[in-house]
């Protein structure tokens, strides 16, 4: 800790230094706040290395940087909630991804218009999703998915595996028609198989 608390007070950009934040994946993560006023929570490395120099005014403040004229887009939503939900202690979903050390890659972080060129422009009706939630958000695990595809993803998800085939109880709900709370009383509270759970029928003699 010593040594971590020495870039404490020290400047980067327009970011200052104000207190140790967490420890994630063997990278240390600083409270700063910018010159403009508002607070972020950044990773050390991308403060001592130049990638990060601001809470993103420094973008919107280089003339024409907003060249894409997608401001208003859905893509563009996108980025900036991704952005605030990481980066931010004050917003709602803070506790969910930058609280638990999801980060985002520089590339993505620094630019609107790298993070469209990678993901490409967003269907209807679906939404940024991590193929590996516990990852940070970076080209290589990130897509773009609609609600059933995001729910099957959760972090909360019990998954049930049934001749060799995975899925979440919801989705062998949907598959067999037996409903979500039968299957999982039956393996959370009968001990019933996966199998079991799954493939008996309800009003079946064991008792579904």
């Not at 909630?81 to 930058?98: D, L, S």
Request: proline letters at 3%.
């Amino acid at each position: 800790m010593p040594q971590r608390l020495e870039i404490i007070g020290k400047k980067f950009g327009r970011l200052t230094v104000r207190a140790f934040h967490t420890m994630t994946n063997h990278n240390s993560r600083w409270k700063c706040k910018c010159e403009c006023g508002k607070e972020v929570v950044v990773n050390g490395g991308w403060l001592t290395s130049g990638n990060t120099k601001s809470c993103g005014c420094l973008l919107r403040d280089i003339p024409n940087h907003k060249t894409h004229g997608m401001s208003t887009a859905r893509e563009y939503y996108s980025w900036s909630t991704m952005i605030q939900r990481c980066t931010n202690p004050n917003h709602t979903y803070y506790k969910n991804y930058g609280g638990r050390g999801i980060s985002i890659c520089s590339r993505w972080r620094n630019s609107f218009e790298t993070f469209l060129k990678d993901m490409g422009i967003r269907p209807a009706g679906t939404s940024l999703d991590r193929k590996n939630n516990k990852g940070d958000y970076a080209p290589e695990n990130c897509m773009w998915s609609d609600r059933i595809k995001q729910g099957a993803n959760k972090r909360n998800n019990r998954f049930l595996i049934v001749d060799g085939v995975k899925r979440t109880v919801s989705q062998w709900s949907r598959i067999t028609g037996i409903r979500k709370n039968t299957i999982r009383m039956r393996v959370v509270e009968r001990g019933w198989s996966d199998k079991e759970a799954v493939m008996t029928n309800v009003g079946n003699p064991k008792g579904g």
